[in-house]
């Protein structure tokens, strides 16, 4: 299928190929390039005899064809849009809408098949490009407008049947999801009875704990209670021990500094008594010199 495609798109380029002046040469030059599969070298020549001429609908033509051809999908259709907009050569309009049909028919059914593995934008992205396609296929006339439609009516069906298959699994998916979903509040409805269950199992079990409690709480204030006055006496007692030893010591530690300080008070008495002994001492040296100064005087005399 994809091989009538790329046939009648080499078809057209070979038509467009008559030319008008010195063009002629360098486009036929060009083409030759283009069908031996040297297609940027080909795709420069159309460039440059454009830019000498850009009012050469044949170049620009040539050049859509060589962008397309060469990938750059978008750039060729928006030369071939040029083309439909600008030119008054119905031969060349013609051209332009089949090659931009069966371009956009070759892109629409690129890569589709009944088990072709899109998603739904790929798909979505693809019906689209076969309305244009049709679109554009409708306005020719002859054998190729009814094969490119065949075409195109052909792939569309196996696109809406891969879209209507997506849309079942969705669907089946949401319907899973649902049942999950309701399986899922069921479920945690269950899990919350049997939280209440367990619940009021637990209150009645608290009741009587408390009960339970009560009563233990009053027989441990009870003992808390004989224990507190037994704890009392006990730490009277302790106390009234403690009182008397405090006392006891504070009697020895007075006597203890009495003592001190009655040895303190003698020590400085004898002290006081070496100093008095001393310095009489020292004052009987001093008259016994004096009296001999005194004598040694008198005899000097």
Same mark, same amino acid.
């Given at each position: 299928?994809?091989?009538?495609?790329?046939?009648?798109?080499?078809?057209?380029?070979?038509?467009?190929?008559?030319?008008?002046?010195?063009?002629?040469?360098?486009?036929?030059?060009?083409?030759?390039?283009?069908?031996?599969?040297?297609?940027?070298?080909?795709?420069?020549?159309?460039?440059?005899?454009?830019?000498?001429?850009?009012?050469?609908?044949?170049?620009?033509?040539?050049?859509?064809?060589?962008?397309?051809?060469?990938?750059?999908?978008?750039?060729?259709?928006?030369?071939?849009?040029?083309?439909?907009?600008?030119?008054?050569?119905?031969?060349?309009?013609?051209?332009?809408?089949?090659?931009?049909?069966?371009?956009?028919?070759?892109?629409?059914?690129?890569?589709?098949?009944?088990?072709?593995?899109?998603?739904?934008?790929?798909?979505?992205?693809?019906?689209?490009?076969?309305?244009?396609?049709?679109?554009?296929?409708?306005?020719?006339?002859?054998?190729?407008?009814?094969?490119?439609?065949?075409?195109?009516?052909?792939?569309? @069906?196996?696109? $809406?049947?891969? +879209?209507? *298959? =997506? !849309?079942? /699994? #969705?669907?089946? %998916?949401?319907?899973?999801?649902?049942? &999950?979903?309701?399986?899922? @509040?069921?479920? $945690?409805?269950? +899990?919350? *009875? =049997? !939280?209440? /269950? #367990?619940?009021? %199992?637990?209150?009645?079990?608290?009741? &009587?704990?408390?009960?339970?409690?009560?009563?233990?709480?009053? +027989?441990?204030?009870? !003992?808390? /209670? #004989?224990?507190?006055?037994?704890?009392?006496?006990?730490?009277?007692?302790?106390?009234?021990?403690?009182?008397?030893?405090?006392?006891?010591?504070? !009697?020895?530690?007075?006597?203890?500094?009495?003592?001190?300080?009655?040895?303190?008070?003698?020590?400085?008495?004898?002290?006081?008594?070496?100093?008095?002994?001393?310095?009489?001492?020292?004052?009987?040296?001093?008259?016994?010199?004096?009296?001999?100064?005194?004598?040694?005087?008198?005899?000097?005399?």
């Amino acid at each position: 299928m994809t091989v009538y495609i790329k046939t009648i798109i080499s078809a057209l380029l070979l038509t467009a190929s008559i030319s008008a002046g010195g063009e002629r040469g360098e486009i036929s030059k060009a083409n030759e390039l283009y069908k031996s599969g040297k297609i940027s070298e080909a795709e420069k020549i159309y460039s440059q005899v454009l830019e000498n001429n850009p009012e050469s609908e044949y170049a620009k033509y040539n050049l859509a064809a060589a962008k397309l051809k060469s990938g750059s999908t978008e750039e060729g259709f928006n030369l071939l849009r040029e083309i439909l907009s600008e030119s008054k050569n119905r031969e060349l309009i013609e051209k332009a809408n089949t090659q931009l049909g069966f371009q956009q028919l070759k892109e629409g059914v690129k890569g589709v098949s009944p088990d072709s593995n899109l998603n739904q934008q790929q798909v979505e992205e693809k019906l689209e490009m076969l309305k244009r396609s049709k679109s554009r296929l409708k306005k020719l006339s002859g054998k190729q407008k009814n094969k490119g439609l065949e075409i195109a009516k052909r792939y569309q @069906k196996i696109l $809406e049947d891969i +879209k209507k *298959q =997506q !849309q079942k /699994k #969705q669907q089946k %998916k949401k319907q899973n999801s649902d049942k &999950n979903e309701d399986k899922e @509040k069921e479920s $945690e409805k269950n +899990k919350e *009875q =049997q !939280q209440d /269950k #367990q619940s009021e %199992k637990q209150n009645k079990q608290s009741e &009587n704990n408390d009960s339970q409690d009560q009563q233990q709480t009053k +027989k441990q204030d009870s !003992q808390d /209670k #004989q224990k507190s006055e037994q704890q009392k006496q006990q730490n009277s007692a302790e106390q009234k021990n403690k009182e008397n030893q405090q006392n006891s010591d504070e !009697q020895k530690q007075a006597e203890k500094m009495n003592k001190q300080k009655k040895k303190l008070a003698k020590e400085k008495a004898e002290k006081i008594a070496r100093e008095i002994l001393q310095r009489e001492k020292k004052l009987k040296k001093e008259r016994i010199k004096a009296r001999r100064e005194r004598i040694q005087v008198e005899k000097d005399w």
